[in-house]
């Protein structure tokens, strides 16, 4: 029962300390620390593996055979636990003295090797009695304080780094158990009959195992990283060197169909399918792909940055090629809201300086054109019942003061009307809009207005032109064509707009272009459309221009004047 018991302790160790050495290779980074210590783990292996047989042996010969297998564990491991720990605590043994510890190991092996010519590791080796020699004592010692040294250097890392007390328990009493049985074995003090380190080993491997689950030793964690893989968001698409997809997460499926096996020109076609863009710019995302990443509009109205990444060995050779595909819909959206924010900001700020020299204009030329128009006024009063007299001198300056009070009236409509635009910051604002409230300004004639079609903000940027046209026109009619009441339509259409004006005033029969009509044709013009003038003795005056969804150029022209 005894037997059966150690052979289970045996099978405990070796298993402990594979399951160990394999999560080691296979979850943590693959550095030289890691590989030192599952080669600790490994040499655990070699130790414990010779003494399941132990109990069959009958000869001497297959004894100091089996011995021989676990004496390359035994001679080695105080050494690679010395190493790891220097590694662990970012001091890596210089050459030199790692040389001389794996030469002291390998010394002592050749020793036990070559016993039977020197009889200095062991003194007697018979089957059922072994009597140790100096060599040996030296290798023990060895390994003792090799094993005791890397314990301190863990140690002091470990305080340094203020690990946690129970983690460091058990990395301790991990590398302390095998240490404190094989001492009393060695010694005599416990006569159990064979060696306690290996089946203690069954313990410590378990608590090295512990370690790494449980504490995330060497920062490897629980989670393993196929389901850390799967959980992400983003999609991930790997291609191995032949261009053919060996993995790929569920995230995936949301963008395109793949599966293992698939070329990976295949997965870029299929991407591509997916896409809205074409030509030019569709084109240019694509080539985007080897240096900065593609955004991809998809069909469904997403946005999915699309990046590669090449994966080299360390030869520099291509070994793997991963896609990455992210949601950045979001991120856009956040964008264009800012952008709409900074432009709100901006009309804002504009608005509110227009209405700060609208209100300094109102204040000054407003009040001065007032007072002048208000004395000039007085002054024919004062003329009014009173002959000409002295050749019509009088008459002359009767006639100056009433073109200087229609001036005077003219100049503060005409301020008014600057003042109202000024006010309204038609640059941004609805053409329909602007065009109503000139209509509501004008108070010497009836304006009527007629919009026909969808006003949107696509034709915010020709509002300034339509507006100075139509308050030209409104100008134009006053002065000359004596009319009362005008239609003003405002057609759009999908790829510009129309504006009508008709008046009912006297007309003319043959028309010049002088300042103000001249303006309205550069205005057109600039904004790269195009305007006609129409006209007859007592048929009114008519304009008509059209205008494209283009941007509008600001034109050159002189205000005021004839038409």
Same mark, same amino acid.
């Given at each position: 029962?005894?037997?059966?018991?150690?052979?289970?302790?045996?099978?405990?160790?070796?298993?402990?300390?594979?399951?160990?050495?394999?999560?080691?290779?296979?979850?943590?980074?693959?550095?030289?620390?890691?590989?030192?210590?599952?080669?600790?783990?490994?040499?655990?292996?070699?130790?414990?593996?010779?003494?399941?047989?132990?109990?069959?042996?009958?000869?001497?010969?297959?004894?100091?055979?089996?011995?021989?297998?676990?004496?390359?564990?035994?001679?080695?491991?105080?050494?690679?636990?010395?190493?790891?720990?220097?590694?662990?605590?970012?001091?890596?043994? +210089?050459?030199?003295?790692?040389?001389?510890?794996?030469?002291?190991?390998?010394?002592?092996?050749?020793?036990?090797?070559?016993?039977?010519?020197?009889?200095?590791?062991?003194?007697?080796?018979?089957?059922?009695?072994?009597?140790?020699?100096?060599?040996?004592?030296?290798?023990?010692?060895?390994?003792?304080?090799?094993?005791?040294?890397?314990?301190?250097?863990?140690?002091?890392?470990?305080?340094?780094?203020?690990? =946690?007390?129970?983690?460091?328990?058990?990395?301790?009493?991990?590398?302390? !158990?095998?240490?404190?049985?094989?001492?009393?074995?060695?010694?005599?003090? @416990? #006569?159990?009959?064979? =060696?306690?380190?290996?089946? !203690?080993?069954?313990?410590?491997?378990?608590?090295?195992?512990?370690?790494?689950?449980?504490?995330?030793?060497?920062?490897?964690?629980?989670?393993?990283?196929?389901?850390?893989?799967?959980?992400?968001?983003?999609?991930?698409?790997?291609?191995?060197?032949?261009?053919?997809?060996?993995?790929?997460?569920?995230? !995936?499926?949301?963008?395109?169909?793949?599966?293992?096996?698939?070329?990976?020109?295949?997965?870029?076609?299929?991407?591509?399918?997916?896409?809205?863009?074409?030509?030019?710019?569709?084109?240019?995302?694509?080539?985007?792909?080897?240096?900065?990443?593609?955004?991809?509009?998809?069909?469904?109205?997403?946005?999915?940055?699309?990046?590669?990444?090449?994966?080299?060995?360390?030869?520099?050779?291509?070994?793997? @090629?991963?896609?990455?595909?992210?949601?950045?819909?979001?991120?856009?959206?956040?964008?264009?809201?800012?952008?709409?924010?900074?432009?709100?900001?901006?009309?804002?700020?504009?608005?509110?300086?227009?209405?700060?020299?609208?209100?300094?204009?109102?204040?000054?030329?407003?009040?001065?054109?007032?007072?002048?128009?208000?004395?000039?006024?007085?002054?024919?009063?004062?003329?009014?019942?009173?002959?000409?007299?002295?050749?019509?001198?009088?008459?002359?300056?009767?006639?100056?003061?009433?073109?200087?009070?229609?001036?005077?009236?003219?100049?503060?409509?005409?301020?008014?009307?600057?003042?109202?635009?000024?006010?309204?910051?038609?640059?941004?604002?609805?053409?329909?809009?602007? !065009?109503?409230?000139?209509?509501?300004?004008?108070?010497?004639?009836?304006?009527?207005?007629?919009?026909?079609?969808?006003?949107?903000?696509?034709?915010?940027?020709?509002?300034?032109?339509?507006?100075?046209?139509?308050?030209?026109?409104?100008?134009?009619?006053? #002065?000359?064509?004596?009319?009362?009441?005008?239609?003003?339509?405002?057609?759009?259409?999908?790829?510009?707009?129309?504006?009508?004006?008709?008046?009912?005033?006297?007309?003319?029969? +043959?028309?010049?272009?002088?300042?103000?009509?001249?303006?309205?044709?550069?205005?057109?013009?600039?904004?790269?459309?195009?305007?006609?003038?129409?006209?007859?003795?007592?048929?009114?005056?008519?304009?008509?221009?059209?205008?494209?969804?283009?941007?509008?150029?600001?034109?050159?022209? #002189?205000?005021?004047?004839?038409?």
């Amino acid at each position: 029962m005894a037997v059966i018991l150690l052979q289970c302790t045996y099978l405990a160790a070796v298993g402990f300390c594979f399951a160990t050495a394999e999560w080691l290779m296979l979850r943590a980074e693959k550095n030289l620390t890691t590989r030192t210590l599952v080669m600790c783990q490994l040499l655990i292996i070699v130790w414990c593996m010779p003494q399941l047989f132990l109990v069959f042996v009958s000869s001497r010969g297959m004894k100091y055979a089996l011995y021989g297998i676990s004496y390359v564990g035994i001679s080695f491991i105080g050494p690679c636990w010395l190493a790891f720990s220097r590694l662990y605590s970012r001091k890596r043994l +210089s050459p030199r003295a790692g040389l001389l510890l794996f030469g002291i190991a390998a010394f002592d092996y050749g020793m036990f090797l070559t016993n039977g010519l020197h009889r200095l590791f062991y003194r007697s080796f018979q089957l059922d009695q072994v009597v140790y020699g100096p060599v040996f004592c030296f290798h023990t010692a060895f390994s003792y304080v090799c094993v005791i040294w890397g314990m301190a250097i863990v140690l002091q890392n470990f305080r340094k780094n203020r690990v =946690d007390k129970r983690h460091v328990t058990i990395i301790i009493l991990a590398a302390v !158990v095998p240490l404190i049985f094989n001492m009393l074995y060695l010694s005599g003090t @416990v #006569k159990s009959g064979f =060696d306690l380190t290996p089946p !203690v080993f069954a313990l410590s491997s378990f608590l090295m195992l512990v370690a790494v689950f449980r504490y995330d030793f060497l920062d490897i964690h629980v989670a393993a990283s196929r389901q850390i893989f799967a959980s992400m968001s983003e999609g991930i698409i790997v291609c191995n060197q032949r261009g053919k997809v060996t993995c790929c997460n569920q995230a !995936v499926c949301g963008y395109v169909d793949v599966k293992n096996g698939d070329e990976y020109e295949t997965v870029l076609r299929r991407l591509q399918e997916k896409c809205s863009r074409e030509g030019d710019d569709g084109e240019r995302a694509w080539e985007d792909l080897e240096r900065d990443g593609a955004v991809l509009d998809l069909l469904d109205g997403r946005k999915v940055r699309l990046k590669q990444y090449h994966i080299r060995g360390r030869r520099g050779k291509e070994t793997a @090629v991963v896609l990455l595909l992210t949601d950045v819909g979001e991120y856009y959206e956040l964008l264009r809201q800012n952008r709409e924010l900074a432009i709100s900001e901006q009309r804002l700020a504009i608005e509110r300086e227009r209405n700060r020299i609208a209100q300094e204009v109102h204040d000054t030329t407003g009040h001065t054109l007032t007072m002048i128009q208000s004395l000039t006024k007085l002054a024919r009063i004062g003329f009014k019942g009173k002959e000409p007299e002295n050749g019509g001198i009088d008459a002359e300056i009767l006639d100056y003061l009433c073109q200087a009070q229609e001036l005077a009236a003219d100049g503060i409509r005409q301020l008014r009307w600057s003042i109202n635009h000024l006010r309204m910051g038609c640059d941004g604002q609805l053409v329909s809009q602007g !065009v109503r409230q000139l209509a509501d300004s004008v108070k010497e004639l009836k304006v009527d207005v007629e919009i026909q079609g969808e006003d949107s903000f696509a034709y915010s940027h020709l509002s300034r032109v339509v507006y100075q046209c139509l308050r030209e026109a409104v100008t134009n009619c006053l #002065k000359y064509a004596q009319a009362a009441h005008m239609d003003v339509i405002v057609k759009f259409g999908e790829n510009g707009l129309g504006v009508y004006i008709f008046d009912d005033g006297q007309g003319c029969g +043959s028309i010049d272009e002088h300042n103000g009509l001249s303006g309205i044709r550069q205005r057109i013009a600039g904004a790269g459309g195009q305007v006609r003038f129409r006209s007859a003795a007592g048929e009114g005056f008519q304009i008509f221009f059209e205008l494209p969804l283009g941007k509008e150029q600001e034109p050159q022209y #002189k205000e005021g004047g004839k038409r």
